[in-house]
T-cell receptor
Framework: ETGVTQSPTHLIKTRGQQVTLRCSSQ?????VSWYQQALGQGPQFIFQ???????GRGNFPPRFSGLQFPNYSSELNVNALELDDSALYLC????????????FGEGSWLTVV | DQQVKQNSPSLSVQEGRISILNCDYT??????FLWYKKYPAEGPTFLIS?????DKNEDGRFTVFLNKSAKHLSLHIVPSQPGDSAVYFC???????????FGTGTSLTVIP
């Protein structure tokens, strides 16, 4: 068990709606990264937050946004949901940037219909 | 373009034998590598890491080898156990970067 918790575990949304996913990082970790894993693919980097600031972003449109709070927990928000947004969304925490292992939560399964 | 590749989608091994999972990368700036195991309906679980200053790292039954000149790494599991049956992902990053690049995974089946 990594100590990274995510909620909700499963949810179904309609195309065009908005969704918020939540993550509590492992104790002592100040960096949170979000990844999207589509079926049959490896996780794809969405963005990273370090000390409440976005610290890098992958190839995802602006309708994917996030927040990190003073306790290092984080949110991923996706607006104007599309069918292709259906995926497993993974939160990972680490204790610093650079050579540090990232530890994943169990993920949030999002289905867009 | 896929910077980390796992060219074998699946692998079957007899219990007790060695499992070898391979991973190739294209970016010479990558200098830190991770292996994860993933069961269905769970998040990836960290297994073992290696940095570019080493060519081998061991942790129990798991050993990772890094060949920088070939841009290739491999994960050896000895002896393989049925509980090792899962999808294995390799991931790579650079010291100056903030993201890991993942392969598409190899599904390992250990046959009792």
């Amino acid at each position: 068990e990594t100590g990274v918790t995510q909620s909700p575990t499963h949810l179904i949304k309609t195309r065009g709606q908005q969704v918020t996913l939540r993550c509590s990082s492992q104790s002592g970790h100040n960096t949170v990264s979000w990844y999207q894993q589509a079926l049959g693919q490896g996780p794809q980097f969405i963005f990273q937050y370090y000390r409440e600031e976005e610290n890098g972003r992958g190839n995802f449109p602006p309708r994917f946004s996030g927040l990190q709070f003073p306790n290092y927990s984080s949110e991923l928000n996706v607006n104007a949901l599309e069918l292709d947004d259906s995926a497993l969304y993974l939160c990972a925490s680490s204790d610093n940037r650079g050579w540090n292992t990232i530890y994943f939560g169990e993920g949030s399964w999002l289905t867009v219909v | 373009d896929q910077q980390v590749k796992q060219n074998s989608p699946s692998l079957s091994v007899q219990e007790g034998r060695i499992s070898i999972l391979n991973c190739d990368y294209t970016n010479s700036m990558f200098d830190y590598f991770l292996w994860y195991k993933k069961y269905p309906a769970e998040g990836p679980t960290f297994l073992i890491s290696i940095s570019s200053i080493k060519d081998k790292n061991e942790d129990g039954r798991f050993t990772v080898f890094l060949n920088k000149s070939a841009k290739h790494l491999s994960l050896h599991i000895v002896p393989s156990q049925p509980g090792d049956s899962a999808v294995y992902f390799c991931a790579a990053s650079s010291n100056t970067g903030n993201q890991f690049y993942f392969g598409t995974g190899t599904s390992l089946t250990v046959i009792p």
